[in-house]
């Protein structure tokens, strides 16, 4: 049957225009819509008029709660106040000879050898700029080589914070604003052990500038990331905090924000601002597998930067707290082989002669637990509070001497700028060693150190390791010397095992040594087996 078309002007109009129908219809779809927001009270109910539901009360209370949720986060406000103040830091080092190349080859790098930031520096080679191959100079490192970084204005005067490898050795520094202005700046303090660095523009007394944040962020916070990577100048990524006080093996005050804003070559110096426009960390590192980002990027808290820049913008330098130990963290065996109920507090491995540590009587074993009544959790921890301390303070160290808890007052000295090397007794010819009376229940075979060449007149020297034991897993090698075991002194095989023994009848799991390897020493747990 074929269904007829409807002619509307043959419709009952009850008065009201002939596209009243299709008004009823699209009215009905619009109320359907409306009705699914909870606001379809209008329906068809008989009316004098037609009824405007877009005017009414309750259609622009939905309304605006709708553009509540729908209005994406934005962030164009934060930035439009806070990018004038950073700023793009472009520097000059001076020509190298070839021969100034061979000899500086392995030398250039501001960090730790084999750390991650060292690692990153040799791998896209000088500061912290464009990659190897776009830099100024001709191949082979000959010549001037130029490179960008980035930084911020933290005074209205032109005091600006970047990164200490980014104007590293540089002859001349220049920075470009935002507006893209150009001026020189001056290197006033750099500080290499948290790579921060103070530079000065002169000119001007109304440099925009950023303020430090006096708050911790938070995991889970938004951080907006602004720099010059690759020398692009003026970028803006997001993205959130994703961890604190993490510590990338560049030295003991390692202390970094980790961020998944993406950072990359050239933001290194750069601020993280927090949603308050305040910065709450300085951008030096990233993990990077690829050579590009992948979302883990490393800032040093704002915390960190004032106390640092305060001492740079004083003097030039940083002074940091020395207490004159090497130490090395509490684990779980070394914690049972001292009784402890947890593994936390710094060990010292060993105190350094005349320091402040030694002349105050800590003593190799001891765990330092506290410092000036605030617990210290492990060995970094204890580095980052004692280096935060100015030298001549008085503190008060809890520590863990022999089994009892005792309270130790002492004046802090201040930090050497290099550390002096020791006497590395082991390069000494041991061609000489004996082959010693096994300690079958370490896996170890030692002689006494007085009849070993080279060794020293204390403890015992490791002459064999069986490398199924675990003496052998727990890093023992031909040449070191056992200077304790149990906190007792040993100077032969007899007494290694006496003491062993000793510890046995205790119900340790575990005893702990001091062993002294390449001119320094150290406590290593060593499982006992059973039987």
């Known amino acids: 049957m074929t269904e007829r078309p409807v002619d509307l002007s043959q419709l009952p109009s009850n008065g009201a225009p002939r596209r009243s129908l299709f008004s009823a219809r699209k009215f009905a779809l619009m109320a359907s819509v409306v009705a699914g927001l909870g606001a379809a009270v209008y329906g068809f109910s008989p009316q004098q008029g037609p009824v405007d539901v877009f005017t009414s009360a309750a259609h622009a209370q939905v309304n605006n709660e709708v553009r509540k949720v729908e209005r994406p986060i934005g962030f164009a406000d934060i930035v439009e106040r806070v990018k004038p103040s950073v700023i793009s830091v472009k520097i000059n080092i001076a020509e190298k000879s070839s021969k100034d190349d061979s000899a500086n080859k392995d030398d250039d790098s501001p960090f730790q050898p084999?750390?991650?930031?060292?690692?990153?520096?040799?791998?896209?080679?000088?500061?912290?700029?464009l990659p190897p191959g776009l830099r100024g100079g001709p191949r082979g490192g000959r010549g001037p080589v130029t490179g960008q970084g980035s930084g911020f204005f933290i005074s209205p005067d032109g005091f600006a914070v970047t990164n200490n490898?980014?104007?590293?050795?540089?002859?001349?520094?220049?920075?470009?604003?935002?507006?893209?202005?150009?001026?020189?700046?001056?290197?006033?303090?750099?500080?290499?052990r948290t790579d921060l660095a103070l530079i000065k523009v002169e000119g001007r007394k109304d440099f925009p500038f950023a303020k430090l944040s006096d708050s911790k962020p938070r995991i889970g916070d938004w951080v907006l990331a602004v720099g010059n990577p690759f020398g692009l100048g003026g970028t803006v990524t997001a993205g959130i905090v994703s961890a604190s006080g993490r510590d990338i093996g560049n030295g003991p005050y390692d202390d970094f924000i980790q961020i998944d804003a993406p950072v990359n070559k050239g933001n290194s110096g750069g601020p993280a601002f927090d949603t308050n426009g305040e910065v709450m960390g300085v951008n030096t590192a990233i993990y990077s597998p690829s050579g590009g980002s992948v979302g883990i990027a490393f800032s040093i808290p704002a915390s960190t930067v004032k106390n640092v820049i305060a001492q740079l913008k004083d003097k030039g330098s940083v002074s940091r707290g020395w207490i004159g130990v090497q130490i090395q963290p509490v684990t779980s065996d070394i914690a049972d082989s001292l009784g402890m109920k947890k593994a936390e507090g710094a060990l010292v491995a060993e105190p350094q002669a005349n320091g402040p540590a030694?002349?105050?009587?800590?003593?190799?074993?001891?765990?330092?637990?506290?410092?000036?009544?605030?617990?210290?959790?492990?060995?970094?921890?204890?580095?980052?509070?004692?280096?935060?301390?100015?030298?001549?303070?008085?503190?008060k160290l809890n520590v863990l001497q022999k089994g009892q808890d005792k309270v130790i007052n002492l004046t802090l000295g201040q930090l050497p700028n290099t550390i002096e090397a020791k006497a590395d007794t082991d390069k000494e010819d041991k061609g000489g060693l004996s082959k010693g009376t096994g300690v079958p229940k370490l896996g170890l075979t030692v002689a006494p150190a007085n009849s070993v060449a080279g060794a020293g007149r204390e403890g015992v020297v490791v002459t064999e390791v069986d490398p199924k034991s675990a003496a052998a897993e727990r890093g023992f090698k031909e040449g070191d010397v056992i200077l304790e075991v149990a906190g007792k002194s040993v100077t032969s095989a007899g007494e290694v095992r006496d003491a062993i023994d000793a510890a046995r009848t205790e119900n340790k799991n575990s005893v702990l040594m001091r062993v002294k390897s390449g001119g320094s020493s150290r406590f290593v747990a060593v499982p006992l087996a059973k039987g």
């Open 114 to 129: 084999g750390s991650p930031m060292e690692r990153f520096f040799r791998r896209f080679g000088g500061p912290d700029g």
């Open 165 to 192: 490898h980014v104007v590293d050795g540089a002859e001349k520094v220049e920075i470009t604003m935002d507006d893209s202005k150009t001026y020189t700046a001056k290197v006033i303090g750099t500080d290499p």
């Open 358 to 395: 030694a002349k105050a009587g800590i003593q190799s074993g001891d765990v330092i637990t506290g410092v000036n009544g605030e617990p210290v959790k492990d060995a970094k921890e204890l580095a980052r509070t004692i280096g935060g301390l100015a030298p001549g303070n008085a503190v």
